[in-house]
């Protein structure tokens, strides 16, 4: 009996020419591959694209073991492990929310592997530090959204969609994006929920030395506008690009201006 490869594994697809620069899309909380579908094609005709399902999510749930994801460290070493199976030596990595976290820590283990980071509304941290932080959570908020996922995990996709694609844009992606919610394996989402609302990983930005693109929205109501400044200052070698739309998924409810920003930065590095 064939034993499924680590790209089976991760519903793997890897597209494009052979191409001498590579980009691998990484998905955030609630997703899978599928979340890149307006924005990946746009770079098939020039690179080597990769996008892949993280572990418990889309159609990589049998991926997913308790053990190796009890932290964010094993999602990294997914990503690690993909991009070895794909063959792509050094990438550029374009990620989202959480997933912009794994990709910094698995930057940090290899960093000779990632040219360049862009992150996607990324946060190093959701939950208010105060007086110094804001993370955009109290703990109580997020308690309470725990336990909603608990009693009601329809219930708690219909809440928090809106406020992910953000209620100023087409209602169509926030219905869309709550199936995607209510489509996940309910014990998988909640424990990989709490990996990402309740991360702190705020000390690890500086030791990060793969230079990198923040995106960040300027109207988002789950990581809020002063992240992006934040996470600029204490990373060397980054850059901050804000946009002034709502949502936290600019590359669902913005695929163009995403596109656009993504081949600027790549045209940026093309002497890299």
């Known amino acids: 009996m064939d034993h499924p490869t680590v790209l089976d594994r991760h519903h ?18 609630g997703c899978d591959r599928s979340i890149w579908r307006f924005v990946a094609p746009a770079f098939e005709p020039r690179y080597r694209v990769l996008v892949y399902d993280q572990a418990g999510c889309g159609n990589a749930v049998a991926a997913w073991d308790a053990q190796r994801h009890a932290s964010l460290a094993g ?10 199976a794909a063959g792509f030596e050094r990438v550029v990595c374009i990620a989202h929310s ?14 000779a592997r990632f040219q360049r ?21 109290d703990r109580d908020d997020l308690d309470e959204m725990f336990h909603l996922m608990e009693s009601n995990h329809f219930g708690w996709a219909r809440f928090l969609a ?12 926030v219905d869309q994006f709550e199936s995607a919610l209510c489509a996940l394996e309910p014990r998988i989402a909640r424990h990989f929920a709490r990996l990402a609302f309740l991360v702190d990983a705020r000390e690890l930005l500086p030791r990060v030395r793969v230079p990198c693109t923040l995106v960040q929205s300027l109207h988002d109501s789950i990581a809020p506008p002063g992240i992006g400044r934040w996470m600029q200052a204490r990373m060397p070698g980054s850059t901050l690009r804000e946009i002034d739309i709502s949502g936290h998924c ?7 201006l995403t596109v656009q920003l993504i081949q600027e930065m790549l045209d940026g590095d093309a002497g890299c």
């Open 12 to 29: 793997a697809r890897v597209s494009g020419p052979q191409a001498d620069r590579a980009l691998v899309f990484v998905h955030g909380f």
């Open 117 to 137: 980071l862009m992150l996607l509304a990324p946060s190093p941290r959701f939950l208010n530090d105060p007086p110094d932080y804001v993370g955009g959570f």
């Open 162 to 173: 809106p406020k992910a694609i953000g209620e100023d844009n087409p209602p169509h992606l």
């Open 98 to 111: 959480v997933g912009g976290i794994v990709s910094l820590l698995a930057a940090e283990q290899q960093p």
């Open 75 to 84: 999602y990294a070493a997914d990503l690690l492990a993909v991009l070895e």
């Open 250 to 256: 600019p590359h669902v409810s913005h695929p163009a």
